[in-house]
């Protein structure tokens, strides 16, 4: 089965959400619902989808803000990481206070628990690959030959650590997890463009082949 992606762009740092569809019967995965919710359920309605979960990458603000909105409309689950669980107060948020008024922040509580591995989702297969670094509980989500990386690795960039991370964690997540993937895996990071696995080896300046911290082709 080959998963269809619609991307909707959100204005509160430019995240991106990934609804994920099986074209037969329309359910859905919404990855990382961000702050435009409205924009969200309207892809939804316009396109006919029928959603059946949610997953964060990672417990960011600018990747779950849209939880609470879309799982009272859908009623479905909302999967993440647990180690990333800590982020979803709005305690965790108080560094937003000059963006936004955080005490009015609600963020859905999870429902279930991610683990590395493979997960059935109604009639979507996916393997959730624990991808730390960026935060402990990010995750990488693999569906057929696509890549969701979430804010480990984007295009010609990585995530920041600053925000809870850890750099050799996240080296050691794109060397030994992502860059093993197939060549062509279709990336499509929480922010901005996609690209490839080979792009990125190729030429991320940070952990490609002449990078910062370089990839070691065997
Ligand atoms: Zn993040
Ligand atoms: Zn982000």
Redesign the pocket.
């Known amino acids: 089965m080959d998963t269809v992606v619609r991307r909707v762009v959100n204005s509160l740092f430019i995240a991106n959400t990934f609804l994920v569809t099986n074209p037969e019967t329309r359910e859905t995965i919404v990855i990382d619902p961000g702050s435009n919710h409205e924009k969200i359920i309207q892809a939804i309605e316009e396109n006919s989808l029928r959603p059946i979960a949610i997953i964060a990458t990672?417990g960011?603000i600018?990747?779950v803000l849209g939880t609470h909105p879309i799982k009272e409309k859908y009623h479905i689950p909302f999967y993440i990481h647990y180690a990333d669980e800590q982020f979803l107060t709005p305690e965790a948020h108080t560094f937003l206070e000059p963006y936004m008024d955080t005490w009015k922040i609600t963020i859905a509580k999870p429902d279930k628990h991610l683990e590395e591995g493979i997960l059935e989702i109604g009639s979507i297969k996916l393997e959730i690959i624990h991808t730390p670094g960026?935060?402990p509980g990010g995750v990488c989500i693999y569906i057929g030959d696509k890549l969701f990386t979430?804010?480990t690795l984007f295009r010609l960039s990585i995530?920041r650590t600053d925000?809870g991370g850890n750099i050799e964690d996240l080296i050691n997540s794109i060397h030994n997890k992502i860059f093993k993937l197939p060549k062509n895996t279709i990336i499509y990071p929480?922010h901005g463009e996609e690209t490839t696995v080979e792009h990125e080896i190729q030429h991320n300046p940070y952990m490609g082949i002449n990078g910062l911290y370089p990839y070691k082709q065997k």
């Open positions: 990672h960011h600018d990747h960026h935060t979430g804010d995530g925000f929480g």
